[in-house]
């Protein structure tokens, strides 16, 4: 089967940094996704992992392990205007399906 | 260049009725995505069409169904609704089949009273 997982819901101040956490399990891989959605708009793409490793833009980056099955997304100073969902996507399978978690929901407080 | 175009926007249906959505995809991409969104299962995915032809189907019954025209447009219809099928609709387009960068629509918000 397929199962993505991240945590529900996070907290962070304004000015720090935050990683959110995502472990997948599916069969086959052909790259992992972040998106952001913000309440009552349409996910934006933030970044794409194919390969091992850090992938840097901007305040944001995404690291992964295919090994372990494991991307982490972190924001670097942080704003009140990240305050929203993060999606973690994994491309798999013959067809590219793309496959999504359920999101975090990251609140920035003041 | 525009965006992903769904509509209607909004819409509220009652238990039996059918509903069709529709998804004008950014020009040039012939990929359509339609995923169901709701707070508990956060995006599931319907099904994926490519020049006109269904190329992944999530795990929806047969009352979920869909269609791409030759000029890349699509539309989603379910049909005998249930109240569990209100849900936000949500498009996306790409150039190639689900690869790379998914562009998404505001998204068609259903309610089934």
């Known amino acids: 089967g397929q199962n993505i997982d991240q945590p529900t819901e996070m907290t962070a101040t304004e000015g720090a940094i935050v990683q959110i956490n995502c472990t997948y399990q599916t069969s086959g891989f052909n790259g992992l996704f972040w998106y952001q959605q913000h309440a009552g708009e349409a996910p934006t793409f933030l970044s794409y992992n194919v390969l091992d490793g850090l992938e840097e833009k901007g305040r944001f980056s995404s690291f992964l392990s295919r090994s372990k099955g494991y991307s982490y997304l972190l924001l670097k100073e942080l704003q009140m205007k990240d305050s929203a969902s993060y999606l973690c996507a994994v491309a798999s399978g013959a067809t590219n399906k793309l496959i999504f978690g359920t999101g975090t929901l990251l609140a920035v407080q003041p | 260049k525009a965006g992903v175009t769904q509509t209607p926007r909004y819409l509220i249906k009652t238990r039996g009725q059918q509903v069709t959505l529709s998804c004008s995809p950014i020009s040039g991409h012939r990929s359509v995505s339609w995923y169901q969104q709701t707070p508990g299962q956060g995006l599931q995915f319907l099904f994926e069409?490519?020049?006109?032809?269904?190329?992944n189907k999530g795990n929806f019954p047969g009352r979920f169904s869909g269609r791409q025209f030759s000029n890349s447009r699509s539309e989603m219809n379910v049909s005998t609704l249930e109240l569990g099928d209100s849900a936000l609709y949500l498009c996306a387009s790409s150039l190639a089949q689900q690869a790379g960068e998914l562009f998404f629509g505001e998204g068609s918000r259903l309610t089934v009273l």
């Open positions: 069409y490519f020049s006109e032809t269904q190329r």
